[in-house]
């Protein structure tokens, strides 16, 4: 090899050489022996036939955004008109007409929220107050009733600023008080311990569905006789009460990999407990649980779509009003591929976000 | 570092002003930390140590206490209060379909158990269909084949990140749009039937000689398993491996023909029909159910091709050389050594997966199958009694996934390693 690289001319590998390369990667990666040549014909026809197929669906046959309903009903293809039709029916439901732009806005400020709760370098309390102030101004802005805007009950806050508000918020609440079940599981007290082990089991054995229905019927018999909670609270209680159980589960796993010999050594330095756990236990232990807790996060966002089961009208019901419509029946694939695709962008940008995460957690080591 | 000095500062009352970071700060905090513990823990954090815990819990017991007296007074003022008798009473509201013969005029006890066991159908067969896809996506995430393993690796990334409801409306709106309306169903062989209510198969019936068949049946299996021990003897014996699979499957073939031509045993065979707007005959598989098992073997199928992938690359790559170099072949090796090795792994995520599994199937109240938690939700509109019946949800699926642990405890009892 090293002579052969010797005499090869400055300007890079002969063709021929780059072609017996990629003949050689070909020939091991493709048509290593006659099984793997008749598997890899066989998934080559497959993928070039669904591949066609889906390109003159998707873009040869379809009508363009700008198109007209007259010309999908002409057209064999996807009718992506539909989706411009009907994207506001789909981004906010139910949400009066002339009080939209209010969803919009909500959705970009806890979107921009989300952007820098993940990227800005601003600490724990910087988050805890971004959470609480961008889930105040969303709250306020969806809700109306203060300067001058007209309130909106909850129960037509639908679309984006539903499952934003719900997943952010559930989610933002749901973890620290799955670190705190975790650490009370793990603390050695054997009735917290007891208490922490028996909620996150039980939790973790119900299905979310019968949980939301717990939200929905049982959650406003626990409260004072007189009292009334929205749907929308109730169901945000809920889901925090039910993924904690799930962040718990993550952070123990991580705590379970944490070696005793650092807090023995913490404290031996004179640390406190609480000081143990905050500066030496937790950030080791919550950096091991990160891809955990990125399942979670993930699983916790696209979860939270269930709520459509309880009559909250989340992006998957929305877009079910849409294609209910009897002049755009016929286009429901569209808006399934639709909705499909941002949760697709959504949790690959979390996985991203985490992988950085993860990368950075080692580099600071 | 700045973090640090903080918390150290401020288990001092003395200095309740955050100093400034810098080493000065750094080495008054810990002037004034009594830096060696003493032997014990201090009386202070003894304290604490029995203080928190037992406020947070009165806390919860506060709680708790607080919500179900809240509860009394809220059932109270409606004139009710906790009472299961209703189970008892006519449900009157029909479902979507049942194992079990079922009419509204049974009791809400007997909707749950049908609802139970529908649960349990769904849970089951998407079980197997999401093992199966499991284990062959996840070998051909480990494939050689370039094409293979990258297309098995994007099924998994994509399911990954789609939400399970959305596969199942999709996929539900897709078949019900997509199929024909019942009077122009599509025929196939045999008589199966392919409409936008379902799939109608064909189904035997026993005519007579049940018992002969039973028996049949019975002595095919007790062959099988000692002809299956008698090849391993003598493979033991002489290193010569006879076939198995071959002569069971043509004994049984020839036990089931003896049996229909000498007339000991009539089999007939129910058509499904059409009659109105409905089939009648045969066995019928709703679309919900076949929405809901699909989508749901489809979801659960990237997750365990995942866990499969994990579990081969857990094998250390010799053990598959070697078995090459023995002269085993590719399907063998896998068969024998890689599968049984990797099992070991599997188990535990596997035994979460079905758990989840099981749970998943609540989402079936989406597209109208009457699962456990779509009758539980009809019962309680119409009779008002949340805890009740969530109760015996939550009380149903708390053993559902006890034995499903118990399941996989056993397993890794089986799987383990032994005499080593």
């Known amino acids: 090899m090293t002579t052969l690289a010797e005499t090869a001319p400055v300007a890079g590998p002969p063709r021929s050489r780059r072609l017996v390369t990629a003949a050689r990667w070909l020939r091991s990666n493709l048509f290593s022996s006659w099984w793997n040549t008749l598997l890899t014909g066989l998934v080559l026809y497959g993928v070039v036939t669904f591949v066609a197929k889906a390109l003159n669906w998707g873009v040869v046959d379809a009508v363009p955004f700008s198109g007209s309903r007259a010309e999908c009903a002409a057209a064999s293809g996807a009718c992506w008109a539909f989706l411009r039709e009907k994207a506001n029916l789909v981004l906010t439901g139910t949400y009066p007409e002339p009080e939209r732009w209010r969803a919009y806005l909500a959705s970009a400020v806890m979107i921009a929220a989300i952007l820098a709760f993940a990227k800005a370098p601003i600490g724990v309390a910087g988050r805890a107050v971004l959470v609480l102030v961008s889930g105040v101004s969303a709250y306020l802005l969806l809700r109306g009733g203060v300067a001058g805007l007209p309130v909106v009950e909850s129960h037509r806050w639908n679309g984006l600023p539903l499952i934003l508000f719900l997943s952010a918020f559930s989610m933002a609440a749901a973890f620290p008080l799955g670190v705190v079940l975790a650490l009370a599981r793990w603390s050695g007290q054997r009735g917290l311990s007891l208490f922490a082990v028996g909620y996150i089991e039980a939790v973790r054995a119900i299905p979310m569905v019968a949980v939301l229905f717990a939200g929905i019927f049982i959650l406003p018999l626990l409260l004072s006789r007189g009292a009334a909670i929205e749907p929308v609270a109730a169901i945000l209680i809920v889901l925090t009460l039910f993924y904690a159980a799930y962040f718990a589960e993550d952070v123990r796993g991580g705590l379970q990999a944490l070696p005793k010999g650092q807090t023995e050594a913490a404290a031996s330095l004179g640390l406190s407990s609480a000081q143990r756990t905050r500066l030496i236990v937790l950030p080791q232990a919550l950096r091991t649980a990160i891809p955990g807790i990125t399942n979670s996060i993930i699983g916790s966002f696209k979860d939270t779509s269930l709520v459509a089961i309880v009559g909250m009208h989340d992006l998957l019901s929305t877009a079910r009003m849409a294609y209910a419509d009897p002049q755009w029946q016929a286009y429901s694939l569209e808006a399934n591929l639709a909705i499909g695709l941002f949760y697709f962008i959504c949790c690959w940008l979390i996985s991203e976000r985490a992988r950085r995460l993860g990368h950075g957690a080692v580099k600071a080591r | ?420």
């Open chain 2, 1 to 420: 570092m700045y973090s640090y000095i903080i918390m150290l500062s401020t288990r001092d009352p003395a200095s309740e002003i955050v100093p400034a970071p810098g080493s000065q700060a750094f080495a008054a905090g810990v002037l004034k930390e009594p830096s060696p513990p003493p032997p014990g823990a201090p009386l202070r954090e003894r304290l604490h140590r029995l203080l928190w815990p037992l406020v947070v819990l009165l806390g919860l017991v506060g709680l708790g206490v607080l919500g179900a007296r809240n509860v009394t007074a809220n059932l109270a003022a409606a004139g009710m209060e906790i009472d299961f008798s209703f189970l008892w009473q006519q449900a009157g509201f029909d479902v979507s379909e049942s194992l079990i013969t079922y009419s509204p005029r049974d009791t809400y006890a007997y909707v749950l158990l049908v609802g139970i066991l529908n649960t349990l159908t769904a849970a089951a067969v998407t079980l197997v269909l999401a093992s199966v896809i499991g284990l062959v996506v996840g070998i051909a995430m480990t494939s050689s084949n370039w094409l293979v393993r990258n297309l098995a690796r994007l099924y998994v990334e994509l399911l990954r990140n789609l939400p399970k409801l959305l596969i199942v409306i999709a996929l539900y709106v897709a078949l019900v749009r997509g199929l024909p309306h019942i009077k122009a169903a599509w025929t196939g062989p045999f008589g199966a039937m392919l409409s936008n209510r379902g799939l109608a198969l064909p189904s035997p019936m026993i005519g007579h000689g049940g018992l002969w068949l039973a028996l049949a049946a019975c002595l095919w299996l007790v062959g099988w398993v000692f002809w299956a021990r008698a090849v391993k003897r003598h493979q033991d014996a002489t290193g010569q491996r006879r076939p198995v699979a071959l002569p069971v499957l043509v004994a049984g073939l020839a036990l089931y023909a003896g049996l229909t031509m000498s007339g000991l045993v009539e089999i007939g065979w129910s058509m499904p029909k059409l009659t109105g707007f409905n089939v009648s005959g045969g066995i019928g598989l709703s679309l919900q159910f076949a929405a809901l098992v699909l989508a749901l073997s489809v979801y659960h199928g990237g997750q365990i091709g995942a866990i499969v992938e994990g579990g081969i690359l857990a094998t250390s790559r010799g053990q598959h050389e070697a078995a090459l170099a023995l002269g085993l072949s590719r399907l063998r090796t896998m068969r024998l050594i890689v599968l049984p090795q990797a099992l070991r792994v599997i188990t535990p995520p596997l035994g979460n997966q079905y758990s989840n599994l099981l749970k998943n199937t609540s989402i079936a109240l989406a597209i109208g199958y009457s699962d456990l938690l779509s009758v539980v939700s009809t019962s309680v509109n119409q009779t008002f009694r949340p805890i009740e019946l969530m109760t015996l949800v939550a009380l149903f699926f708390l053993i559902a996934n006890l034995l499903i642990s118990a399941g996989v405890n056993w397993c890794n009892h089986v799987f383990r390693i032994r005499g080593r």
